[in-house]
């Protein structure tokens, strides 16, 4: 982790062409360790929350079947936008395709994950990879950080040596560098 992925879409999911483009948006943040009927929950609540719709009353003992429906119906002839925030299993996207609804409104399910496996299953041939920085890139970027008051942010030479070996051993990683 730390190469930028949720950094990344988090500015695409909060661009305003994007807020326009979609009439429903939810964020879940997913993790190592999830169950199929919360995480429908959490999704279906992010949604209601977007639009500022209250949750049926019987919402958090709703088995899967139910929150699959409510989901669909949620999601019927809306153009959604659902981001999934850090996704470890590959086993997440088979246990919530279905109630995400393939509907003709050019809807969109985003996945975060570090895990090929998981970008492949649920991607298919529209998997984009984060690369670490190259190495100029992240001097310049530790450099707009360690030293923002200089001179255009440069690193004082007494200080280069050390500086440039810490750069080195954060491997590219934003998330490190910063």
Known sequence: GGVGKTTLVTRVYRDRAILSHFSCRAWVFVSQNYNVDDLLRKILRALLQERMEEAADDFDSMEYRRLVEALRAHLDRQRYLIVLD????????????????????RSRVVITTRMQEVASVAGGSRVMTVDPLPEEMAWSLFCKKAFPRGEGSVCPPALEHWARRIVDKCEGLPLAIV
């Open 86 to 105: 850090d996704v470890w299993q590959v086993s997440i996207w088979t246990d919530i395709s279905y109630a995400l609804l393939a509907n003709s409104c």
